[in-house]
């Protein structure tokens, strides 16, 4: 009895124990068919949102950011990925005992981003790099999530950036790990000088290594096309900066500085990828959050009105202009329609907590005259405006008050003399 009560304790034991280890693919947020990109893409976002460091106030900062890691190390390489998804956390311990061992979670971090695992005041940081991504207006007025890509310096994986193809560093034999060596000169006869330089042998490392690494000839970096996932809320301003923390050049030397993205405005287009609705918006001009169009009218319409027109706005909406018969429109008019620019930014967006405003659309009237009329419709429009002036018409060349006739110079003179 006693035994078989020893049994069921220990079953339970190593029940509670599988229990309580996670599912390392639920800790990412991911599913099984995950690619090595998501993989990354998820231990990207989540171990800067529990590092340590960042949550100075939250307990389990550590915990999670740990787990996070833990997680990150077993699926992000192929071979332990295969014995997780066979032989789950019990296969991981194997492997480890066996000699597969683990990463500090603070190292897997630095490795990952770049620079130590810890922000240390005064640690060396990299430069922020600067980059500037063309939106389209659609886009600025209905939000959108896209992707760039630009050529980042990342740390070499194949050699964990260490530069040697086979992982191992040696502590540099000329300047003993120093990176600086000293060189005695003869400045003259009894005169000799020490001058410290940079050891040419490691580069300054105080580091050196026998093989190198066949991915970065040594370097430690490589250079590669990086996607970057851009999101553009509705009603961002041309020209808006958005920093990515840590996600500039990376290196094993230093902590990767900040990622500046600057969102601008592109030109109008009729190519499909830019306009793929057709709409007639692709061509408004934006000044803050106002909206600017030009509408081309004849003469018949501007002077007699009785006319509609249907601009397709950005986001497929009609938004209709027109004049009853009888209304006239000057050229040059600038006619606004209110609540028909471009929504304004607010970081609530359009939620319960904050209504989206709106802008104006202003539409500016261009009048067109025909180059030529026939010779009938000239007659008989030059017959109604004869009579309709003769009736009620103002002569602008009377009420002006200038001369009937030009006065030439040579009259102007004459009359001066007398």
């Not at 956390?89 to 990952?112: A, C, V, Y």
């Not at 709106?358 to 007659?379: A, C, F, H, I, N």
């Not at 030009?406 to 001066?416: G, S, T």
């Amino acid at each position: 009895m006693r035994f078989f009560k020893t049994v069921v304790l220990s079953l339970l034991a190593f029940a509670q124990v599988a229990l309580c280890a996670e599912d390392y693919y639920k800790v990412l947020g991911i599913n099984k068919q995950a690619t090595e990109k998501q993989i990354k893409s998820a231990y990207r976002q989540l171990s800067k949102k529990y590092h340590p460091d960042k949550n100075p106030n939250d307990s389990t900062a550590h915990d999670k950011f740990v787990l996070v890691s833990e997680a990150y190390e077993a699926l992000s390489d192929a071979e332990s990925r295969q014995i997780y998804d066979q032989h789950g956390h019990e296969g991981l311990k194997q492997r480890k005992q066996q000699g597969g061992g683990s990463h500090d979670p603070f190292d897997l971090f630095s490795r990952f981003f770049g620079g130590g695992g810890h922000y240390q005041p005064g640690q060396r940081r990299g430069h922020n790099v600067e980059v500037k991504v063309p939106i389209a207006l659609r886009d600025f007025y209905n939000g959108r999530t896209t992707e760039f890509q630009w050529n980042k310096q990342e740390i070499c994986e194949q050699c964990e950036g260490t530069g040697a193809a086979d992982r191992v560093v040696h502590t540099c034999p000329t300047c003993q790990g120093r990176g600086v060596r000293t060189v005695r000169q003869q400045l003259a006869p009894g005169m000799i000088t020490q001058v410290q330089m940079q050891c040419d042998a490691c580069g300054g490392r105080g580091k050196s290594i026998k093989h190198r690494c066949p991915a970065c000839s040594g370097e430690r970096v490589v250079r590669k096309p990086t996607t970057v996932s851009l999101t553009v809320q509705r009603g961002m301003a041309d020209g808006t900066r958005m920093a990515y923390e840590n996600e500039a050049d990376a290196s094993p030397d230093y902590v990767a500085g900040d990622l500046i993205v600057t969102i601008i405005e592109k030109e109008p287009s009729l190519e499909e990828e830019d306009n793929p609705d057709r709409v007639d918006g692709v061509f408004f001009r934006r000044r803050g959050d106002d909206l600017f169009w030009s509408e081309i009218l004849s003469l018949r319409e501007a002077l007699m009105g009785d006319w509609t027109r249907n601009l397709t706005h950005l986001d497929g909406h009609i938004v209709r202009l027109g004049r009853k018969r009888g209304d006239v429109v000057q050229p040059n008019h600038v006619e606004t329609v209110a609540g028909e620019g471009m929504p304004k930014w607010h970081e609530d967006g359009d939620s319960v907590y904050h209504k989206t405003e709106y802008g104006d659309l202003r539409v500016e009237y261009t009048v067109v005259l025909p180059d030529q009329m026939e010779s009938g419709m000239e007659k008989e429009l030059w017959a109604l405006f004869q009579k309709w002036r003769a009736k009620k018409g103002v002569d602008l060349h009377k009420d002006s008050g200038r001369p009937e006739k030009p006065i030439m110079r040579d009259e102007h003179h004459e009359h001066e003399e007398l």
